[in-house]
């Protein structure tokens, strides 16, 4: 009998299970890895049922089973079970994740008698990195960046022993055999070879800024009191930082734990978790300034928990190192290029770039700011066949390929106005096409946004070109509603994609949109009032410029600029482009409350205003009006002349500032919900959706729930998809796949 098994099943420690099950039953056949597959041959036919059984119940924890094949073969050969050395075949499943240290690897770190004794390096078959060190598959040493270090042999004996933990742990290396760290000063001198990581931290404590290699890319590291000087050092005046404590104990001395939390902190994939803040402590305000909550995560890799066991302090900055707006750095030599005191580099070869992911817990859902290291590669099951290869939007890129039934998306690739990003993109596509087993002249269609200047958009139009493939533009808040109806698994919604812009059909600037969506089309059934952006992006970086020319349409007397300037401001507004983005709403009620007048960093005004949206209740009274056009326009000049009412005096108290924000966003969002719920029950739908980069925010989300359930109505958040443009290119994929198969 031969048995084929798709899933999760490469790099996870599955065949040697397969091969202690067959052994404890006294089987006799093999076990190899086939493409992405495992393929098993069992000679005694009688038994195969209870040796699958036995299987699944000690499949290991990271291991998944999609789909078990069984024909009945004859199989030549084998008096004994074997693992027989891995051939090419089919590419169906993906590569598996970077998994963080298992318990077990943890014990042995610290034993003094473990021959891996504070080895950075420790991994097993459950454990370690993965994706980040692999180049093709099958998950083979010979496939990864391990090849470089030849097993010792005292690693050979685990590697080959089925009894061993490490039996057929491609990445298996100990002190004797494996990559090494190196402690560099800012000249590339080698500063220390024998306690490389010992010295990191003693640096780190005394106040050094460091950067360090990891799994998948490289980190910038220092103490919490030295988050001033970083910033001064990047030019990220309030950018927030990540974290990463000790343990989970440290964690809990500075934000308070919610449901679901714990559990995503301390699990395998162990991303970045967007934490509240303790109110009563200020020790983590340099870290994320202005803003309720804090990245945090916890240890994942042996380096780390190395790095905390010399290290005093209980937690350090550790953000991704990069030139701003570039991909994270993951070449040695490119370490130097960035400004730090120490340079802790290893040997080995990052051969796909992960960003650490980023997620923030909604009751039992996860908003993945990020989705990166720890998750992708993942498939999702989609229902048509073809190949579909689609780029994404602007910033926060992701791609996405289909391929049988299941998309796979990348990892995050980030803001391709940069051109070494838009590089790191044409380069993963190649890496991913490698590891699913795609060419390019084998893509049935190519998917884009629609806006002209995306690099993303131009690349795929070269690549259509070169191959002869059809291009299809699919508009951004389309993309999003699509996004959001496969990550919920409906057909039909109307949803409220929310953002900061997106290029819409008639050539403007969308952002606060209300769309009937299906996957064949979609209709903009509402959007908020079209309002000046007095210098294009010009007015993003500075929202003085949209509340200037909100207040110059009102006829009131308006905040910010004076004489000269105003009559510039003025000039510039006749030719200024328009935008119904809610999130530039959000800019100016935060700019004109005072809370952030100056964008430094994407989001940083509507970041800021969230923290007043959470404490806000609704105090005062907001009338919304509605024009009806070819859609229904929620005006929102009207909210500003109210809100201008109710400040006469000043905006008075960080109390009154958050009720004004609150009443104000609750306004514009019953709006909303009342013409999305006429749109349901005229066309008999169930479901309101959120959807876009605002719907991050999570007192903005928590209200559009209340409200739609009000109406008796369903309510749809993400949960395994990005909410932001990161999970464009999923929505752009499902609608081209879905257009291709429309009759
Ligand atoms: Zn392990
Ligand atoms: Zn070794």
Redesign the pocket.
């Known amino acids: 009998m031969k048995i084929f098994i798709r899933g999760t099943v490469q790099g996870v420690g599955f065949r040697p299970t397969v091969y202690r099950v067959a052994k404890s039953l006294g089987l006799s056949g093999y076990v190899l890895n086939k493409g992405s597959n495992v393929e098993i041959g069992i000679k005694e036919n009688e038994n195969v049922e209870e040796f699958l059984n036995s299987v699944m119940k000690e499949l290991p924890s990271i291991a998944s089973i999609d789909e078990i094949e069984l024909k009945d073969e004859p199989i030549n050969g084998y008096e004994d079970f074997e693992i027989i050395i891995s051939s090419e075949g089919e590419k169906t499943s993906v590569t598996p994740v970077d998994t963080a240290?298992?318990e077990?690897?943890v014990r042995e770190l610290f034993d003094e008698n473990n021959r891996r004794y504070l080895y950075p390096f420790i991994?097993?078959t459950?454990?370690?990195a993965r994706f980040s060190v692999i180049e093709n598959l099958p998950y083979d040493r010979v496939n990864t960046s391990m090849r470089d270090f030849e097993m010792c042999e005292d690693c050979l004996a685990e590697y080959t022993n089925p009894m061993d933990r490490r039996f057929h742990a491609q990445t298996i290396s100990c002190p004797g055999c494996g990559p090494k760290y190196t402690l560099y000063g800012r000249d590339k001198e080698i500063v220390e070879e024998r306690d490389p990581i010992k010295s990191f931290a003693r640096l780190i404590d005394e106040g050094a800024i460091g950067i360090a290699k990891s799994w998948g890319g490289m980190h910038i590291i220092c103490k919490f009191d030295q988050a001033n000087r970083l910033r001064k050092l990047y030019g990220r005046p309030a950018k927030p930082f990540a974290v990463m404590f000790r343990d989970l104990s440290a964690v809990e001395k500075y934000v308070e734990l919610k449901e679901g939390e714990e559990k995503l902190l301390t699990s395998a994939h162990r991303p970045i978790v967007l934490l509240d803040k303790n109110p009563s402590l200020d020790d983590l305000d340099d870290i994320s300034p202005g803003l309720g909550n804090v990245g945090i995560y916890l240890p994942y890799s042996g380096f780390h928990y190395v790095l905390f066991y010399y290290l005093n302090s209980d937690g350090i900055i550790m953000t991704s190192a990069n030139v701003p707006g570039e991909p994270m750095v993951i070449r040695n030599e490119d370490a130097f290029l960035l400004k730090a005191d120490y340079f802790l580099l290893h040997n080995r070869k990052i051969v796909n770039r992960i960003d650490d992911s980023v997620v923030r817990c909604y009751g039992g859902k996860f908003f993945f700011l990020r989705k990166s290291r720890g998750f992708i590669p993942t498939g999702i099951k989609v229902p048509y066949k073809d190949r579909v290869l689609s780029l994404g939007a602007g910033e926060n890129v992701s791609f996405s390929i289909s391929k049988n039934n299941n998309l796979y998306s990348s990892q995050y690739i980030g803001n391709t106005f940069h051109y070494p990003t838009l590089e790191f993109l044409a380069s993963s596509k190649g890496q991913m096409m490698e590891l699913i087993g795609l060419r390019m002249d084998e893509i049935d269609a190519i998917g884009v946004d629609m806006h002209p200047r995306y690099s993303t958009r131009r690349y795929g139009k070269k690549l259509a070109e070169e191959y002869s493939i059809e291009l299809v533009e699919v508009q951004h808040h389309w993309a999003h509603a699509a996004s959001l109806m496969l990550d919920a698994g409906v057909d039909e919604v109307v949803a409220l994609t929310l953002d900061g812009t997106g290029y819409g059909v008639d050539g403007k600037a969308w952002g606060g949109e209300i769309l009937h969506s299906l996957y064949s089309g979609f209709e903009r059934v509402g959007s908020l009032e079209e309002i000046p952006l007095i210098g294009g992006e010009e007015a993003i970086k500075d929202p003085r410029r949209i509340v200037f020319a909100i207040f110059s349409l009102l006829g009131r007397q308006v905040p910010y600029f004076a004489d000269k300037e105003a009559e510039v401001m003025e000039k510039l507004m006749k030719r200024a482009p328009k935008t119904s983005s809610f999130g530039r709403i959000l800019d100016a009620l935060s700019c004109y409350l005072g809370i952030c007048e100056r964008m430094t960093y994407d989001g940083e005004p509507a970041m800021k205003l969230e923290r007043y949206l959470a404490r806000g209740e609704r105090k005062y009274e907001f009338e919304t009006c509605v024009e009806k056009k070819d859609r229904k326009i929620v005006k929102t000049l009207p909210l500003f002349d109210r809100l201008a009412d109710y400040s006469a005096n000043g905006v008075g108290t960080e109390k009154k500032k958050a009720d004004l924000a609150y009443s104000f966003v609750f306004a514009l969002i019953e709006e909303m919900v009342d013409i999305a719920a006429d749109t349901c029950v005229s066309n008999d739908i169930p479901y309101i959706g959120i959807t876009g980069g605002v719907s991050y925010d999570i007192p903005i989300v928590r209200m559009t729930e209340e409200l739609v359930k009000e109406k008796g109505l369903k309510f749809l958040t993400h949960d395994r998809i990005p909410n932001g443009d990161e999970g464009i290119s999923i929505g752009q994929n499902v609608v081209v796949g879905h257009l291709r198969n429309r009759g």
């Open positions: 240290i298992c077990e690897c991994n097993c459950s454990c370690g």
